[in-house]
């Protein structure tokens, strides 16, 4: 999204006179990015099964589906951040970092038991922290028989990158530059 942005870099400019619109640009941008990142944490899951030989469970189409959401989520929550205004790069990038930390932390993946304390006092925290939905679908696929507590993770999941998409959309659309 720094490249797309006239007062952010050259490039950006550059790409806000060509005769493309920006939502092509950032549609194009972002399944460039999708296809490079799930193909990442593809091989990922792969080395994890094969070479450390950890089970992950039989269901790898769920697998890949709750993998294709995160990273989805993920480089959509990204963009979502470099749309900001009126914030350096360095700024979006330590947002974006402090931001992903507290997602994880308040997922279990840090300290144990966050999570639950979380659940039993403020519920709707892990219906919309990202990194608890994704735990909680790779929990759910590997100890229940059903499907129902895994689908609800995935629709919560992909309801909130297009939140963060429509949200980017309209950042993106509403900027105008005085001069390029």
Known sequence: ILRLQANMSSLGQRRNVAGMGKM????????????????????????MRFVLGLNIGDRYG????????????????????????????????????????LFCCMSDLMVSGIKDFIE?????????????????????????????????????LAGLTVLCAVACFFIVRRNRYASL
């Not at 092509?24 to 941008?29: C, E, F, I, N, W």
């Not at 890949?64 to 989805?72: E, N, P, R």
């Not at 892990?126 to 735990?135: E, K, Q, S």
């Open 62 to 101: 769920a697998i890949l589906l709750i993998l294709f959401a995160g990273t989805s989520f993920g480089i959509m929550f990204g963009i979502l951040i470099g749309t900001l205004p009126r914030v350096g790069e360095g700024g979006k990038m330590g947002i974006l970092v402090s931001v992903n930390l």
């Open 24 to 47: 092509k640009m950032l549609l194009a941008d972002f399944a460039a990015s999708e296809v490079v990142q799930f193909v990442l944490v593809c091989l990922l899951l792969i080395y």
């Open 120 to 156: 039993h006092h403020i519920p709707v925290l892990n219906d919309i922290n990202p990194a608890a939905l994704v735990t909680d679908a790779f929990y759910a696929l590997n100890v229940y028989d059903t499907y129902g507590r895994f689908i609800t993770d995935f629709l919560w």
